[in-house]
């Protein structure tokens, strides 16, 4: 079992429902429902887009011919990072570097759990430094396992912590062996996961943990194969499936402190069910960032323990 910080007691942040009305029916035909969900704080790891750039293409979303406006960059990025500290969470910040423009998605850089640290190694040469950052990160800030892997895997990119699984993606980036590395590393079971569509080539473009101790998830079916989908279906029955237009507007890149999930504005049709389960839906604007292929969930590497 992972020891998350979902599991221990709830702290009760405190947050006013969300104000916004439903746009699936008017008012006057449904009740409002009740947003019941406690969070927890969290401590999160991000790094600003100081030197973010697309000047070269690994997934179907960057394209070097269209130009990114930086300082918007960055003030949706520090939108995101002050968010989370209004709501009561920790950010770290990972210095950037001018060689290497994709570490504001900072999710990628390792998974750490119960303090522990399992480091990325990327499977393209474009982001391979990247590792060593991270590594070099957090033996400087305490954390005294920090282990350098011998298979690819990329971070929180393809890792997906809940209290009773390591959700694992494969097919894209990370290497089926990184499974048994990362659950010989933590001792918890690892559920391997075949991505399928190259647009959702990460684990976290396609699935979300909204409740990690209670096991509750979202995700997009069609971005796995059918092996997987009947996998999910077994081990979660009662996971909010994400609809196309959703998924494709990098709905599923998001983060939930398990009250609040903070996800990409275009995702809209996301607010009311999750709503409806008793969550907070925070739309966030990353727009930006998305043209080098990530969002809310990419920016934010959590950091457990």
């Known amino acids: 079992m992972t020891a998350d910080p979902a599991r221990t007691a709830h702290h009760g942040l405190t947050h006013r429902p969300c104000a916004s009305h439903r746009s699936a029916a008017p008012a006057a035909d449904r009740e409002e429902p009740e947003l019941n969900r406690d969070a927890t704080p969290r401590r999160y790891l991000m790094c600003a887009p100081t030197h973010f750039r697309v000047t070269y293409s690994i997934n179907p979303w960057m394209d070097p011919s269209k130009p990114v406006d930086l300082p918007l960059a960055q003030t949706q990025w520090e939108d995101l990072r002050d968010r989370y500290r209004s709501l009561g969470h920790t950010v770290e910040l990972l210095t950037p570097r001018p060689d290497l423009p994709d570490m504001v998605f900072a999710a990628n850089g390792a998974t750490v759990i119960d303090g522990r640290v399992l480091g990325a190694l ?25 282990h350098e892997p011998e298979h690819v895997n990329e971070g929180e990119g393809d890792f997906a912590v809940t209290a009773s699984y390591l959700l694992a993606g494969r097919g894209f980036r990370s290497s089926p062996l990184s499974h048994m590395e990362a659950q010989e590393f933590f001792g918890t079971p690892v559920i391997g996961l075949d991505l399928v569509d190259p647009r959702y080539y990460h684990l976290d473009t396609a699935l979300c943990v909204l409740d ?8 997009y079916p069609d971005a796995f194969s059918a092996g997987s989908r009947a996998v999910l279906r077994r081990l979660f029955p009662d996971a909010l499936l994400a609809r196309e237009a959703d998924a494709a507007a990098f709905g599923l890149n998001s983060v939930s402190d398990g009250r609040h999930v903070l996800l990409p504005q275009g995702a809209t049709g996301l607010l009311d069910p999750l709503r409806d389960r008793g969550f907070e839906p925070i739309p966030m604007d990353l727009g930006e960032l998305l043209k080098g292929g990530g969002s809310v969930k990419c920016c934010t590497q959590e950091l457990r323990g």
């Open 122 to 146: 990327f499977a393209y040469r474009e982001r391979f430094e990247e590792a060593g950052a991270h590594r070099d990160w957090f033996r400087e800030n305490g954390f005294a396992e920090v």
């Open 212 to 219: 990690a101790a209670a096991d509750e998830i979202m995700y």
